[in-house]
């Protein structure tokens, strides 16, 4: 494998599943111009704003984030995003490897209810991936309002 079930990395995604932990996403990269080998190159715990700053339009890296919102006045949901991003400014080469490489990734990242294939900040709006989610959860309790 890719390098994607590292320790660190397997580490961090149990840190960003847990209801106990702060850290809410993690963000991995590849090591080098060359070759598939991949690392862990962030995490925090500022949520998908603060993780789409992190993503850079040079390179092609997946983030993996924990995203809650209310249903209603008397619950909260969470739910779980893998972001594939492949950057406006990645090279040829990368890009046409993400396909294949990125299924490492969803063997170690397993557990999301969507995935966003994202090429630019923008395509990482909370609201809009909200939306997504209230749509793959199935229930809706606010009548298809985000």
Do not use: C
């Not at 060359?34 to 092609?60: I, V, Y």
């Amino acid at each position: 494998m890719s390098g994607a079930d590292a320790p660190e990395i397997l580490a961090a995604y149990d840190a960003v599943r847990s209801d106990k932990n702060e850290t809410n996403w993690l963000l991995i990269s590849y090591a080098s111009g060359m070759g598939d080998k991949l690392k862990l190159t962030g995490t925090g715990t500022g949520g998908l704003s603060e993780l789409a700053e992190r993503f850079d339009p040079g390179e092609a890296q997946y983030g993996y984030v924990r995203v809650e919102y209310a249903n209603d006045t008397e619950s909260k949901r969470v739910k779980f995003v893998l972001v594939i991003w492949i950057g406006e400014n990645t090279k040829v080469m990368r890009k046409a490897r993400v396909g294949f490489e990125s299924a490492n990734v969803k063997k170690v990242l397993a557990h999301h209810s969507i995935q966003v294939d994202a090429r630019d900040r923008s395509d990482l709006e909370e609201k809009e991936i909200v939306a997504r989610l209230r749509k793959a959860g199935g229930a809706d309790y606010n009548g298809g309002r985000g």
